[in-house]
């Protein structure tokens, strides 16, 4: 039997630092509506839901014929995530972040490749080399990896730390997209916050605090995650421009 691989893509309105950005218009459509049709381009995703707390979030998905799911408040992502896999029977579900709206299908493939070729792997994200100054940011996250492409750390800081500039360092920046096994979904569910998750702010680490091996595939398609009016100004230039 064919694995079948759930795209999720969690979207909560509220946004901190740029509020109901999930819905803010990019070339004359919703943002995540935008992530739904670029998810859908993959043909390795069996299906693609957006999961929500918002009514409006919902609403808006409905009339446009996106497959929607209704969810309650989560605290993160993965969370609501599994949620979703409490109510669905999927072997793989990828969580597609809301406000990634210049996703390819190539980062999907890119994604799935240690799930899917036989690695063993039951977590698996993505990375893209990035230069010194955006590893300065602590919005763009940083992740170091061992030379079999297990993560080692993940942080809003630059990693590595070059103390004596060493002229060939690479920066990598974190790209948001997750694909989990069902087992590794629900043992996630089961594990409480740690200290390293709750300094960063980062629910990747709850996985390393545990012992969890998470796979990092390196892809050369940049993406411009979505978090301020700025970057939405990017995005939405970025579109006018085709």
């Known amino acids: 039997m064919p694995m079948k691989i759930l795209g999720v893509i969690p979207a909560r309105l509220h946004s901190t630092r740029l509020p109901g950005k999930v819905l803010r218009l990019i070339a004359g459509k919703p943002m995540v509506h935008w992530v739904y049709e670029n998810a859908r381009r993959s043909p390795l995703l069996t299906e693609v839901i957006v999961a929500t707390d918002s009514k409006e979030v919902y609403d808006s998905c409905a009339h446009a014929e996106i497959p929607v799911m209704m969810t309650a408040e989560h605290p993160s992502g993965s969370d609501r995530l599994y949620e979703v896999l409490t109510r ?15 996703l390819k299908p190539e980062h999907i493939e890119k994604l799935l490749a240690p799930i899917l070729d036989e690695r063993e792997a039951e977590i698996a994200t993505l990375k ?101 009016e700025a970057e939405l100004q990017e995005v939405i230039a970025l579109f006018e421009k085709g």
């Open 88 to 102: 669905t029977d999927a072997d793989v579900y990828v969580n597609i972040q809301g406000d990634e709206p210049t």
């Open 128 to 228: 893209v080399k990035i230069g010194v100054d955006d590893a300065q940011n602590p919005n763009n996250v940083k992740v170091v990896t061992a030379i079999d492409g297990r993560a080692l750390y993940f942080s809003r800081s630059p990693i590595p730390y070059n103390r004596d500039n060493y002229p060939e360092v690479e920066y990598f920046k974190h790209i948001g997209l997750y694909a989990y096994t069902r087992n590794a979904l629900t043992a996630f569910h089961g594990w409480p916050q740690g200290g390293l998750e709750l300094s960063e702010q980062l629910e990747q680490l709850r996985y390393l605090e545990n012992g969890a091996p998470i796979y990092v595939s390196e892809t050369p398609f940049e993406t411009v995650g979505v978090d301020t």
